[in-house]
């Protein structure tokens, strides 16, 4: 079955500097590629997805690259803020299988 | 993105007591509902598989007869923890595919 981990478990940044979490998965079927943010207490947030046949995508100041030979994925938050500060998981689909989670990135931002 | 309301949002019950928690999309139709449990500064683990009309499939090692789970409408899934104790306290998501998975805000349990 699918495996999915992801790197770093943790990661400090200064406010407006740039973060980025690398995801890496194991069954080159899965075609669907989201990221999730999750604040204390709370359920995860769709903020970015992908999906096989793209290589990149970017949403204002957050982006996700695909890279499907060597089977991972990348987030990339620029000038990161404070309230970007939360628990980043990434996740791996092959259409009628589950979704699989990485472990998550605690992501903080230091003002 | 698509509405998955979960409510309560946090319960607190006694040992041996049932509790019951409600996961509706609110603006769309899910034929599949999931439900997750998550412990303190771990990743989501899969419990079961909600089907509408039809009986839940859960995981490996998850004890259906302890965590019932009810999909009896497109918009509406229950999940029923019979008979609480201070272990099943835990963080329950349940979540929605449409097909991008959209979640619930969680329901944050504690058995006294």
């Known amino acids: 079955g699918e495996n999915v981990e992801q790197h770093p478990s943790t990661l400090s940044v200064q406010e407006g500097d740039s973060a980025v979490i690398k995801c890496t998965y194991s069954?080159?079927?899965?075609?669907?590629f989201p990221w999730y943010k999750q604040e204390l207490g709370k359920g995860p947030q769709l903020i970015i997805d992908i999906r096989s046949n793209v290589g990149e995508k970017k949403d204002q100041r957050i982006a996700v690259t695909l890279n499907k030979t060597a089977k991972h994925f990348s987030l990339h938050i620029t000038e990161t803020q404070p309230e970007d500060s939360a628990v980043y998981f990434c996740a791996a689909l092959n259409y009628g299988q589950n979704f699989v989670f990485g472990p998550g990135t605690r992501l903080s931002v230091l003002p | 993105g698509a509405v998955v309301s979960q409510h309560p949002s946090r319960v607190i019950c006694k040992s041996g007591t049932s509790v019951k928690i409600e996961c509706r999309s609110l603006d769309f139709q899910a034929t599949t509902m999931f439900w997750y449990r998550q412990f303190p500064k771990q990743s989501l683990m899969l419990m079961a598989t909600s089907n509408e009309g039809s009986k839940a499939t859960y995981e490996q090692g998850v004890e259906k007869d302890k965590f019932l789970i009810n999909h009896a409408s497109l918009t509406l899934s229950t999940l029923t923890v019979t008979s609480a104790h201070p272990e099943d306290s835990s963080f329950y998501i349940c979540?929605?595919?449409?097909?991008?998975?959209?979640f619930g805000s969680g329901t944050q349990l504690s058995v006294l």
């Open positions: 069954d080159s079927a899965s075609n669907y």
């Open positions: 979540s929605a595919s449409t097909p991008e998975l959209f």
